[in-house]
């Protein structure tokens, strides 16, 4: 149950994480079966992302959150503050545990809290899969740590070469102290005998550099990259937030923080097609994805045209039957943009919330339509 756009990344994975990769097939091939059967219910979810902080340190330009359009920096500042504590989350790990979801640390950036390290260990020592996704800004200091916690993967987000970088990040030195923290990783990695974590980057594609994205092939090298993915820029129109408030107000929540990609996106597809094929047509030793993967077509659509979908009426997510999203107040949502929540977990268990009323409302009304007009950019969407 693996989309065939996504079959040569998940190859990949499953060479170099088979176990992983089952453990990922299996459960997404019941969540399926559950979207097709069970009439709003699922099984217990493949992944489960802890937003551990919303607060950032940097300000890049194409972030939803925090950049030129970003919503966080709207809110206030105990919202922004509002990050759960050690014990806390460890009760959420305990709880989850039995059913052994991949973990996903996320932000903000997930590094700014101060029990970030013992989350993942945590995590760890319960058995679970887990990924970090952050900006690379702190790895440096923090390069032995994550080594000896046992994280499974990293993943850094960087865009360029250091000049290109640093200016899209709003940051001087940015790039060399992410390059520097990465070897570091790598030497500890040797060091201990450890093959991870593994090291991803990943590259978005925005206006700022997608005239350079063979740039992000030679970073790949120097930093010992284990492998490189470039991410398609997620942005929407202000229309498609005005059709979305018709669902919202039938789920009686807001999708405001999509509000954050509503920007033109000021890429030229054909020039950007061009750099992949060039990019595609080479060997570095490590895999190299574009995600999604279109071919010039759909590119020029997915650019051109806000309400593009590939498949056309076919298109359904299916993601809030395979995940959900865990907010630094105790929330847990079935997605990343929308405040609906099914409930928190600081006052009822995840076993309580997974299938309650909230829960299969929105998976019902979601199935009926199919998608929601703000999904059609959504990465979820091209995931499952």
Known sequence: MIPLRNAKRFFYKACRQPGYAFKVFNKRTGAYLCYRLRDGRSNYPEAITLFLTHRCNLRCRMCGQWGESGVTKR????HIKEDMSIEEL???IDDIAAFRPNITLFGGEPLLHKNCMEIARYVKKKGMHCLMITNGSLIECLAEELVDSGLDELNVSIDGKMMLHDEIRGMQGLYEK?????????????????KRPLINLQCTITRHNYHHPEQMTEVAKEAGADSLTFHNLIFISRDLIGKQREIDKSLNCSSVNW??????????PDVLYE???????SRYGFPVDFY?????????????????????DSVR?????????IFPDGDMRPCLNFDYSFGNLGRDRFSLLWNNERAIKYRRMLKEKKIFPVCVRCTELYRY
């Open 292 to 312: 999604p993967d279109f071919s010039r077509k759909e590119l020029k659509e997915y650019y051109q045209n806000h309400s593009y979908l590939p498949g056309g």
């Open 275 to 281: 750099k992949i094929e060039k990019i595609k047509k």
């Open 90 to 92: 460890k009760k959420i």
């Open 178 to 194: 992410i390059i520097n923290g990465l070897r570091q990783v790598n030497r500890f990695r040797m060091k201990k005998n450890r």
């Open 75 to 78: 809110e206030s500042g105990r």
């Open 259 to 268: 509000e954050g990609f509503v920007f033109e996106p000021r890429i030229e």
């Open 317 to 325: 997510c299916v993601s809030p039957w395979m995940t959900a999203y």
